[in-house]
């Protein structure tokens, strides 16, 4: 079946270090996308990319920078780690409005 | 930009009984409600969704409503079951600063249901 993939599913880092989370997907969509999820804060969209040539900023992006290396892989980049960023992060995919979003299965990352 | 309010933050229900979830919306541009469930330790899971030319839409136990005039859409669960417990997300899709139909989500219910 077609899916989003992410890898790590599980990081422990420590402060100051540079960390990458990957997405890869096979649902063949342009749109893809990086959340954050904190207990009581929802999902919170950090960049999104419509296609490979378009990269754009989401309501968290300070911390963070994204790359869309091919139209089924994006990988999220903390340049810096900091214990707040100690968080569950999903990469996600859409086609288009009027449509769903599909989420991968999630990186818990946690920051010492 | 646009901005999607939900209560109750937390829902117990026995059994059989029904549950209701309700959300707010800013964007009068909005014409796409998902809502999706997610379990402990899992991705969240689309389960229904409406579109702004339809006031409701019932899959087995679960239907959505939505009220464009007053800007609110609704989840309703009826005969729940243990395994309905889980934290649900209303969405709406945002038109603001070209964002062009990107989900903004609403901050979870966690429903809890009793044997």
């Known amino acids: 079946d077609a899916d989003v993939t992410q890898t790590p599913r599980n990081r422990i880092t420590k402060t100051g270090k540079r960390i990458m989370l990957e997405c890869s997907q096979t649902k063949g969509h342009d749109r893809m996308y990086w959340y954050r999820q904190d207990p009581g804060l929802g999902l919170q969209l950090i960049y999104y990319?419509?296609?490979?040539?378009?990269?754009n900023k989401g309501e968290i992006s300070d911390g963070y920078s994204v790359s869309r290396q091919a139209q089924a892989k994006f990988s999220l980049s903390l340049e810096s780690a900091i214990p707040n960023q100690t968080a569950l992060y999903f990469c996600a995919t859409s086609p288009g409005e009027p449509y769903g979003t599909f989420f991968g299965p999630g990186t818990r990352l946690t920051v010492l | 930009g646009e901005n999607v309010e939900q209560h109750p933050s937390t829902l117990s229900v026995q059994e059989g009984d029904s549950a209701v979830i309700k959300c707010t919306y800013s964007d009068s541009a909005s014409n796409y409600f998902p809502w999706y469930k997610q379990e402990l330790g899992k991705r969240p899971q689309l389960i229904i969704d409406i579109r702004s030319n339809v006031g409701e839409k019932k899959d087995q136990r679960i239907a959505v409503t939505l009220n464009k005039t007053a800007k609110h859409f609704s989840l309703h669960i009826t005969e729940t079951q243990p395994e309905d417990s889980a934290v649900y997300f209303c969405a709406a899709s945002s038109h603001y600063g070209g964002s062009q139909g990107n989900l903004i989500f609403g901050k979870g219910t966690k429903l809890s249901v009793k044997p």
């Open positions: 990319s419509f296609d490979v040539k378009d990269i």
